[in-house]
T-cell receptor, first 114, second 113 residues
Framework: KNQVEQSPQSLIILEGKNCTLQCNYTVSPFSNLRWYKQDTGRGPVSLTIMTFSENTKSNGRYTATLDADTKQSSLHITASQLSDSASYICVVSPFSGGYNKLIFGAGTRLAVHP | DAGVIQSPRHEVTEMGQEVTLRCKPISGHDYLFWYRQTMMRGLELLIYFNNNVPIDDSGMPEDRFSAKMPNASFSTLKIQPSEPRDSAVYFC???????????FGPGTRLTVL
């Protein structure tokens, strides 16, 4: 069964600290992997998209990595800010599928405290 | 650009009533998606359109759900009759090309009593 599992389920860090969120997937083969940020009461916003051949992609203080051999991805947040408090969702698109086959993780809820 | 626009933002209705959710995609985007998000099931893709044509509605939970896209700038998701288990946040998203970034609207929070 194709699955996307994220860890931890929730995380609390202090402002200014770094953190890393994990995404393990069993989808194979896959077309691309995306990380979205969802603020409370808002729609998800894309942070990064990586194809199976890419190892890393950055967007400001957000850096996503991908290891297609171990089927793992991580999202690293540097020098966290209060505005980073949100849910982060990992989404995998199978190679053969259209959009209907997007596999969503349950998300990691991050809280950044002052 | 105003982004993806959804209305209403909040809807409270009673079981058995018809509910219509509306979406205006970003101008020029030719893919439109309807999602549902709940605490239990997370984000689920319900249906998507390409150039106003429904491509796959396999995510639509039941016949009570229907979606239309009469033109490139407007889509509706209708639930008739609504049930309490339909309570969720419904998102509309659009994108210009397959594989490109999807832009989500603010969502409609539906509560069915």
């Amino acid at each position: 069964k194709n699955q996307v599992e994220q860890s931890p389920q929730s995380l609390i860090i202090l402002e200014g600290k770094n953190c890393t969120l994990q995404c393990n997937y069993t989808v194979s083969p896959f077309s691309n992997l995306r990380w979205y940020k969802q603020d409370t009461g808002r729609g998800p916003v894309s942070l990064t998209i990586m194809t199976f051949s890419e190892n890393t992609k950055s967007n400001g203080r957000y850096t996503a990595t991908l290891d297609a051999d171990t089927k793992q991805s991580s999202l690293h947040i540097t020098a966290s800010q209060l505005s980073d408090s949100a849910s982060y969702i990992c989404v995998v698109s199978p190679f053969s599928g259209g959009y209907n086959k997007l596999i969503f993780g349950a998300g990691t809820r991050l809280a950044v405290h002052p | 650009d105003a982004g993806v626009i959804q209305s209403p933002r909040h809807e409270v209705t009673e079981m058995g009533q018809e509910v219509t959710l509306r979406c205006k995609p970003i101008s020029g985007h030719d893919y439109l998606f309807w999602y549902r998000q709940t605490m239990m099931r997370g984000l689920e893709l319900l249906i998507y359109f390409n150039n106003n044509v429904p491509i796959d509605d396999s995510g639509m939970p039941e016949d009570r759900f229907s979606a239309k896209m009469p033109n490139a700038s407007f889509s509706t998701l209708k639930i008739q009759p609504s049930e309490p288990r339909d309570s969720a946040v419904y998102f509309c998203a659009s994108t210009g090309e397959r594989g490109d970034t999807q832009y989500f609207g603010p969502g409609t929070r539906l509560t069915v009593l």
